[in-house]
């Protein structure tokens, strides 16, 4: 498990540079003709296009704001631009422990996300979407934490569609080869049972679930 030379224990969560190209391509081109249409808008030009690329635009940012928020809307935009991401170990005042996810911006820490340890029901990793729809392996496997998200009224709607309505997923770091991403997930799994999640091999070696011992040891979590 690779560790950063600090008091609080990390995991380095991998960061492909070209991922940061990518975001800095795709943000460059959003403004551009978000510039452009301002400026059609503006001269009397190509109205109706306009408006609709303006408006498109508006709905995607204003629909993504109103279901993570405002801190963690713009988290999410700076963390396409570092490099630097991470996971780590946090000891509140008050057992257990949390897990957090996160990364460093010009000098300054930022999360995307916390997660109590003894919320975390799996830890996997598998093939993504590209693979589904080819029908072969596109080398896009990615790490999955599965964790309860203790929200009835939650678990309700998405127990249509979902098929762990009673949990929410976080995916760590990129997607990947399934030979790279088998060596990360490995990294992730100590790491995990480092901060004291219990979690033993489940139906294959790519998938590890908490241990039924220390489901019934904590029965809070069962009813939460």
Same mark, same amino acid.
């Given at each position: /498990?690779?560790?950063? !030379? ?19 391509? /795709? %943000?460059s081109?959003?403004?551009? =003709?978000?510039? +452009? ?10 109205? &109706? ?24 809307? =713009?988290?999410? &935009? ?6 630097? #991401? ?14 957090r996810?996160?990364?460093?911006? +010009?000098?300054?820490? /930022? =999360?995307?996300? %916390? &997660?109590?340890?003894?919320?975390i029901?799996?830890?996997?990793? #598998? ?10 392996? /596109?080398?896009?496997? #990615?790490?999955? +934490?599965?964790?309860? #998200?203790?929200?009835?009224? $939650?678990?309700?709607?998405? $127990?249509?569609w979902?098929?762990?309505? !009673?949990?929410?997923?976080? &995916? ?5 080869? $399934?030979?790279?991403?088998?060596a ?5 799994? !100590?790491?995990?049972?480092?901060a004291?999640?219990? +979690? ?12 039924? !011992? ?6 809070? %979590?069962?009813l939460?």
């Amino acid at each position: /498990m690779k560790m950063d !030379d600090q008091s609080t224990p990390r995991l380095r969560v991998p960061k492909p540079g070209s991922d940061v190209v990518g975001a800095a391509v /795709m %943000t460059s081109f959003i403004l551009f =003709f978000v510039a +452009l249409a301002l400026s059609n808008l503006a001269d009397g030009l190509a109205l &109706i296009p306009s408006l609709i690329w303006l408006l498109l635009v508006t709905a995607v940012f204003v629909g993504v704001w109103r279901e993570e928020g405002t801190r963690q809307f =713009f988290t999410g &935009i700076l963390g396409e631009f570092s490099l630097k #991401h991470f996971a780590e170990i946090v000891e509140p005042a008050a057992a257990p422990q949390d897990v957090r996810f996160g990364f460093s911006c +010009l000098g300054h820490r /930022m =999360f995307y996300q %916390t &997660i109590p340890v003894n919320k975390i029901e799996s830890l996997e990793w #598998h093939t993504g979407q590209a693979t589904s729809l080819a029908g072969r392996d /596109m080398d896009d496997w #990615h790490v999955t +934490l599965w964790f309860d #998200h203790g929200d009835p009224g $939650k678990s309700e709607q998405q $127990k249509e569609w979902y098929r762990k309505p !009673d949990q929410d997923l976080y &995916i760590i770091g990129p997607s990947r080869p $399934k030979e790279v991403t088998a060596a990360f997930g490995r990294e992730a799994l !100590d790491f995990l049972r480092a901060a004291g999640a219990a +979690l033993v091999q489940g139906e294959n070696d790519c998938t590890f679930v908490r241990n039924s !011992d220390s489901r019934r040891a904590n029965p809070a %979590t069962e009813l939460s």
